[in-house]
């Protein structure tokens, strides 16, 4: 039996501690180490995670300078012992046999990563684009396994945080492969970046790990950087030509770009209290028709649900009548 490591940054999350260690301890796979890694937390996180360390042998707490998630998961990397490495966060919790199913469906398709199914949990009021949005795609991978080359869909259908998925620890001996320190939404960049370097990936289709979603969580704080998400996919799309990987990944990049930046940045332009409208929508358009002309056409747009369809082919046509017609539902 093959030693899993699980990094679990942690910072200001104290009053949902005792829920994610009762997962963590629960767990049927008995080969385990859970690093917690103190990212200098001003509340009493380090004192409640050294009285479980006693408790629980399995419990592993380091501490450090806060620095950001993607630094504590950097740092946990260097001191972990597994073969395998789990990432997860401490306000969100595993289904008690999560680790067992992906080490059972990773070592059976002899494959590098493992991939399941999430379930999101709010603890607040969905809005209407929440209630019937997907924000979990169908992640198409043969029961087998596929490399990023051989199935590129995997590239827009993968969701890109790093929970929820078991990695074999050889895919860190690449130094390049950590994540981004300094910028927002560093899980995304790090596995759109390194999603062709991740080898052969299989998809477990049941849900072992539960997000929860909450009003003051990083995702989804008010006080977010609206436009943000420009920067951070010109970061991926600067990646991909520097490894001279752009043009083999151009359509899926380009809906991504749909995605995240026409889609995604409208909707936190449409919410904000502090941002008008005609104006943040048409700083969306200019960025996309700059980065991707014609994106209208998009192989990839062209398969999802008629109101996506909808929304981004009027958007740029008749962008005053789409802002009224969808503030309301935002």
């Known amino acids: 039996m093959k030693k899993v490591s699980v990094i679990l940054p942690t910072y200001n999350v104290a009053q949902y501690l005792e829920r994610c260690v009762n997962a963590l301890v629960s767990q049927t796979y008995e080969e385990v180490e859970f690093l917690f890694v103190n990212d200098g937390s001003p509340d009493n996180c380090l004192e409640i995670l050294v009285e479980y360390s006693n408790k629980y042998p399995q419990i592993d707490v380091v501490s450090k300078k806060n620095g950001g998630a993607a630094d504590s998961r950097n740092f946990g990397l260097q001191h972990i012992t597994g073969e395998y490495v789990m990432f997860a966060d401490p306000d969100d919790w595993l289904e008690n046999t999560a680790i067992a199913d992906l080490v059972a469906i990773l070592e059976q398709n ?4 493992a991939i399941g ?25 043969s029961e ?12 827009i259908d993968i969701y890109q945080a790093p929970w929820g998925k078991i990695y074999k620890r050889e895919i860190f001996n690449d130094e390049e492969v950590r994540f981004p320190v300094g910028c927002s939404c560093e899980d995304r960049i790090f596995t759109l970046n390194f999603l062709h370097k991740f080898g052969k990936m299989v998809f477990l289709d049941k849900s072992i790990y539960n997000y929860a979603v909450r009003p003051g969580s990083a995702m989804t704080a008010k006080d977010r950087q609206v436009f943000e998400m420009f920067e951070i996919m010109d970061m991926v799309l600067n990646y991909y030509r ?12 380009e809906f991504l770009y749909i995605q995240y930046v026409l889609i995604g940045v409208s ?3 449409l919410t904000s209290e502090n941002i008008d409208s005609k104006e943040g929508i048409a700083a969306v358009l200019t960025i996309c028709n700059e980065r991707f002309p014609g994106y209208v056409h998009n192989r990839y747009l062209k398969k999802e649900p008629l109101f996506v369809r909808t929304f981004v082919k009027n958007i740029s046509k008749r962008p005053n009548m789409m802002i009224r017609l969808t503030k309301p539902f935002v």
């Open 117 to 141: 199914r999430y379930t999101r949990n709010y603890e607040q009021k969905q809005s209407i684009i929440e209630k019937f949005y997907s924000f979990q795609r169908e992640l198409k991978i």
């Open 267 to 269: 909707h936190r332009v």
């Open 144 to 155: 087998t396994g596929n490399t990023l080359r051989e199935n590129p869909a995997i590239l």
């Open 110 to 113: 002899d494959a590098d990563v």
């Open 242 to 253: 520097k490894n001279g990987i752009f043009d083999q990944f151009r359509d899926e990049l």
